[in-house]
């Protein structure tokens, strides 16, 4: 995925009729396994697929989402609800990547990426181009017309 993350989270928020700081926290939880990319190019120069690092992986994610929890309801039980939106979101997120971008899903007995539909690097083509053009973009589109639908039912609710 590449555009469907943050509509991804608007969408799994609306469906499931969370609002409020529920719904930011879903937002949030979607795009938030990028914040990778910031070492990607900043630190790391590119040098390591940005699926590689830890919040991309699956059990990491599932690990540092269940304590957050556990600390939200023990703590302050009024942010379990946007704990958890924020937990399934970034589940949602490596879901969507798994589509065509590769997770580490035996992390960390493994490195290895797993994908459902390799896009095939072209000579002479941007590796952005390659996944703009490939037909799984049609599922990036589909989020993206659940996510205006929802938004323009929500609208049309007030």
């Known amino acids: 995925m590449i555009t469907a993350h943050l509509p991804s989270g608007y969408v799994l928020a609306r469906s499931r009729e969370w609002s409020g700081a529920v719904l930011v926290a879903a937002v949030i939880g979607a795009v938030f396994p990028d ?12 040098a390591v ?18 304590a957050l929890y556990a600390v939200a309801a023990l703590a302050a039980p009024k942010w379990t609800a946007p704990v958890f939106a924020f937990g399934a979101a970034w589940t949602v997120h490596i879901l969507l990547d798994s589509v065509a971008g590769g997770i580490m ?6 490195t290895e990426l797993f994908m459902l539909f390799p896009v095939a690097s072209r000579e002479g083509v941007h590796f952005l181009v390659a996944f703009l053009t490939h037909w799984t973009m049609a599922f990036e589109a589909l989020i993206w017309l659940a996510a205006i639908w929802f938004w323009r039912k929500a609208r049309s609710d007030v």
């Not at 914040?35 to 590119?46: E, G, M, N």
């Not at 697929?49 to 269940?66: C, G, K, M, Q, T």
């Open 35 to 46: 914040v990778d990319l910031i070492a990607f190019y900043l630190i790391d120069d590119r």
């Open 49 to 66: 697929h940005h699926h590689r690092y830890w919040v991309h992986a699956p059990a990491f994610a599932f690990l540092v989402s269940a």
């Open 105 to 110: 899903w035996l992390w960390p007995v493994s």
